[in-house]
């Protein structure tokens, strides 16, 4: 068994409202050092398959067509043995 940990992100162009809302709740807050914040996704995802090449097609393909919006997101993926 695989777990994937993926994160999804907003592309770099484009806006984030709910990071800026963040970044600016938190200079409210005094945390005075934060320039910038990117709100995204965190999913992990338990894949029961026998071998890593199938479990990162696996991965791929749900990130593609479900977890992320290839339009305006970017997804990133770890895959653990467990």
């Known amino acids: ?18 990071g800026l809302t963040i970044a600016r709740a938190l200079g409210r807050l005094g945390f005075d050092a934060v320039d910038a914040v990117r709100a995204g ?5 338990q894949i029961q398959r026998s071998d890593e090449a199938t479990a990162e097609q696996d991965v791929k393909a ?21």
Do not use: G, R, W
């Open 1 to 18: 068994m695989f777990l994937a940990k993926i994160h999804v992100l907003l592309k770099p162009t484009v806006n984030d409202p709910q």
């Open 41 to 45: 996704k965190y999913f992990e995802v």
């Open 62 to 82: 749900m990130c593609e067509k479900l977890l992320s919006n290839p339009v305006i997101e970017t997804f990133t993926y770890e895959l653990e043995l467990v």
